[in-house]
């Protein structure tokens, strides 16, 4: 079964900092790897998805990264805000249309 | 577009008491997924369909989880008898297309808590 871990459980930084969040997939036979983003009390949203095929993706200040062959993603956030506080979760799709998800980071960013 | 649509928002019942969750997909999406989350065990997916046909539902706890999906607009998810252990935030997703190739839109979750 796959697991996905995500590295740290938390982070905080202060705000203008750069960070990367990780994520790591036992099994290589991915279709995608999508990063999002939950709110408290609210639901996820998607920010990038990533192709097996690809290696990386781009949105605005959101860089994602991976690395099927070791197992690996980073999302890299750049000029970090008080506004990109969340938990982010990287979901894994395999081929039986399921998602598996990390347990999340918990960035806190301080103004 | 309004998004996926889910209700109720919060739900506190009873053990042994029956649950209805409800969900409305993106109009147009094909696949509807239902998930848990929790503190322990993270999200994890219970079931989805595809053209309103249950596809997996290897994720459901056990049978007193229950769904269905009547028409391409509509979904429940329900428990009976509810316990305590299945109090969670339930989403429901929606997207176009199962292959690797579309993202899944998330609702905004029912937190449900059993007494």
């Known amino acids: 079964k796959q697991e996905v871990t995500q590295i740290p459980a938390a982070l905080s930084v202060p705000e203008g900092e750069n960070l990367v969040l990780n994520c790591s997939f036992t099994?290589?036979?991915?279709?995608?790897l999508q990063w999002f983003r939950q709110d408290p009390g609210k639901g996820l949203t998607s920010l990038l998805l990533i192709q097996s095929s690809q290696r990386e993706q781009t949105s605005g200040r959101l860089n994602a990264s991976l690395d099927k062959s070791s197992g690996r993603s980073t999302l890299y956030i750049a000029a970090s805000q008080p506004g990109d506080s969340a938990t982010y979760l990287c979901a894994v799709k395999t081929g039986a249309n399921n998602l598996f998800f990390g347990t999340g980071t918990r960035l806190t960013v301080i103004p | 577009d309004a998004g996926v649509i889910q209700s109720p928002r919060h739900e506190v019942t009873e053990m042994g008491q029956e649950v209805t969750l409800r969900c409305k997909p993106i109009s147009g999406h094909d696949y509807l997924f239902w998930y848990r989350q929790t503190m322990m065990r993270g999200l994890e997916l219970l079931i989805y369909?595809?053209?309103?046909?249950?596809?997996?539902d290897s994720g459901m706890p056990e049978d007193r989880f229950s769904a269905k999906m009547p028409n391409a607009s509509f979904s429940t998810l329900k428990i009976q008898p509810s316990e305590p252990r299945d109090s969670a935030v339930y989403f429901c997703?929606?997207?176009?297309?199962?292959?690797?190739?579309?993202?899944?839109?998330f609702g905004p979750g029912t937190r449900l808590t059993v007494l």
């Open positions: 997703a929606s997207s176009l297309g199962g292959t690797g190739l579309h993202t899944q839109y």
């Open positions: 099994d290589s036979a991915i279709y995608n």
């Open positions: 369909f595809n053209n309103n046909v249950p596809i997996d």
